[in-house]
């Protein structure tokens, strides 16, 4: 007993001491004094925290209208169709040669009366895709199926506009849209067709899977993240009455809603959301149907992801731009207005993050002379709105959907964390591109048919692009930041070391992994070898 009483003894003085020194110390009172070039580096330094804790704290009132909304949370159509409605399926596609065949499988089993459906592949392709898409539609045409093939060989508009050209000889009073990774599950459209009795409701979204959740850590990364999105933003939105999208697949339109928003419109890189406030704003309802699920393929591959979400980041911005001043000038609740200014202006917080990256150090410097009780007390705050509220938001949307096995989640949520900085570069530039209106075509995501880790990639990363420049500046600033660790250290400040450790990682495993898959461009990459932390080549 005496022995523990003095090992207690001896733990609370050199805490006491800690204290002391890093908290209470007075070293450089008095002697410090901040001038203009402090103040040109703390004034940014601070406007861009608050900004990055100001859409930090955003997610928290997603997490609080989940549940404070969860009474309406939508299970059964009002009503039920005395005769079921004709549905035009639309299956649009560019170079997808692994993966189409699977979806036309998929959709030519859906449970609906055939008299009553007609499926449209909508396929742009260049390449092989054409002659094995064809050859697909050709046989299950002739076992009876409603089924047609759309080749276009201008690809105007990129996928709107072959949604657009479809709609042309669509038969359909609703359209149900399903991307060439997807696989719908055979009650799909008898889950979600009877929603649209009601005359007001023109779009219903159902909640994606993942085929391949556990094909690999970045696969199961991935997943959180989308979950994050498909529970939490996409339900709390919905429950609260505000406007939400549609994600371009895995859903169905009333056609008449499409038609009355002004159609598919292809200047900007997210039709599906720019098509989503514009039909809101006229006036239609949209449906989240979470417990009806569509699963999919997620990307294998560090360059597909990363194309993916600039692919987004920038639509979503390009979207921003075009609908926000309707959304401000329209007679939607208040409410609504903000929600639809945080959603379309999130990524927004990726060049905020390059300013971070840039000033973080010498603020530190600077930080550290003015003494400890500012930086617990201003910068840790701040700090944790703008990052805390990443994990626990994901953390939340793991638990809604696995209530067992949610505590597995924790082992990702450093590396989701760092993943998602390690997207800056990437991001900040499609912002950037957005900001400005510089245009770019639209980069699919790269897709194999990869749905277990026996699966191997082979000669399928004929698809696999590189990134340029990308990976070496974000090795750099991982370097940067691995700088700003060693300064941690070396001052004691250990407080800051785990949040820049996520900056460390997160950029130099998005830089090295894009440029090991550029390097080992068309080696056959086997699964089997992507099931540990930091997996080489996913």
Request: with cysteine.
């Amino acid at each position: 007993m005496t022995s523990l009483a003095a090992v207690f003894i001896y733990a609370n003085k050199g805490f006491a001491s800690y204290i002391r020194q890093h908290f209470l110390d007075r070293t450089f009172q008095g002697l410090y004094h901040a001038n203009a070039f402090d103040y040109a580096l703390l004034i940014p330094y601070f406007f861009v925290l608050i900004l990055l804790a100001s859409y930090g704290m955003h997610r928290y009132i997603l997490v609080y209208l989940y549940y404070k909304n969860r009474k309406n949370h939508t299970r059964e159509p009002v009503a039920q169709f005395e005769e079921l409605p004709r549905i035009t399926v639309q299956l649009p596609m560019f170079n997808e040669q692994f993966v189409a065949e699977r979806l036309i499988d998929s959709v030519c089993k859906l449970k609906y009366p055939r008299e009553k459906l007609d499926i449209q592949v909508l396929d742009d392709s260049t390449d092989e895709t054409v002659e094995v898409v064809k050859n697909v539609v050709e046989r299950y045409a002739a076992l009876g199926n409603p089924i047609s093939y759309h080749h276009r060989t201008n690809r105007q508009g990129f996928k709107a506009g072959a949604l657009a050209e479809g709609m042309k000889t669509a038969k359909g009073e609703f359209i149900a849209i399903f991307d060439a990774d997807f696989t719908p599950q055979e009650d799909f459209l008898l889950k979600v067709v009877h929603h649209f009795s009601d005359p007001k409701i023109g779009m219903v979204q159902t909640r994606w899977t993942h085929i391949n959740r556990n094909y690999s850590f970045l696969t199961e990364v991935e997943a959180i993240l989308l979950d994050g999105h498909f529970v939490l933003e996409h339900s709390g939105r919905a429950r609260s009455g505000v406007f939400f999208n549609f994600n371009g697949t895995a859903g169905m339109w009333r056609r008449r809603a499409i038609e009355e928003a002004g159609g598919w419109q292809h200047d900007t890189l997210t039709e599906d959301t720019d098509l989503s406030y514009r039909a809101q704003l006229k006036g239609w309802k949209f449906i989240y149907l979470q417990d009806v699920e569509c699963p999919a393929e997620l990307p294998v591959e560090m360059t597909a992801f990363k194309t993916q979400q600039a692919r987004w980041a920038k639509g979503l911005i390009q979207t921003g731009k075009k609908i926000l001043p309707r959304v401000m000038k329209s007679d939607a609740p208040l409410h609504t207005k903000i929600e639809a200014w945080y959603h379309l202006t999130a990524n927004l917080s990726y060049p905020l993050m390059i300013v971070l990256s840039v000033l973080l150090l010498p603020a530190m410097v600077i930080r550290f002379y003015q003494g400890w009780f500012q930086m617990l007390y201003i910068d840790l705050p701040l700090f944790m709105a703008s990052t805390f509220s990443i994990s626990s938001f994901y953390l939340v949307s793991q638990r809604e959907l696995f209530p067992k096995t949610w505590p597995r989640a924790l082992l990702y949520l450093p590396f989701l964390m760092a993943l998602g900085i390690g997207l800056t570069i990437t991001n900040t530039k499609a912002v950037l591109e957005a900001l400005i209106g510089q245009q770019s075509p639209f980069a699919r995501t790269p897709k194999y048919g990869v749905e277990t880790k026996k699966h191997k990639l082979g000669v399928k990363s004929k698809y696999r692009r590189r990134l340029g420049w990308i990976p070496w500046v974000e090795l750099l600033i991982g370097s940067y930041f691995a700088l700003t660790v060693y300064y941690a250290l070396d001052n004691e400040n250990y407080i800051t070391v785990p949040f820049l450790l996520l900056f460390v990682i997160g950029y130099w495993y998005t830089g090295l992994m894009s440029l090991l898959q550029g390097r080992f461009t068309g080696l056959s990459l086997s699964a089997e070898t992507h099931t540990k932390p930091f997996p080489v080549g996913v």
